[in-house]
């Protein structure tokens, strides 16, 4: 799963591949909560391991999509 945030003055987004294993409706819970508190925080750990935050204030706009394997050339 990736997670794309869109943060407020800031040019570029930041992008977080989610273990596959990952409750969408869970990370979509936990997202609304932040976005209802002005002082929240969304804390997302990627499948690296790595901890990423973002303060839920500078959150412009979140777009979460499972990750699907690209098929190239024209076999169907």
Do not use: H
């Amino acid at each position: 799963m990736e997670v794309r945030i869109g943060v407020t003055q800031s040019p570029r987004e930041v992008e977080i591949e989610l273990s596959e294993g990952t409750d969408t409706a869970k990370i979509s819970k936990q997202i609304e909560d932040v976005l209802k508190d002005e002082k929240g925080v969304l804390w997302l750990t990627d499948r690296k391991g790595r901890t990423i935050c973002v303060p839920g204030s500078k959150i412009n706009y979140i777009e979460i999509s499972s990750r699907e394997e690209r098929r190239v050339g024209f076999a169907q």
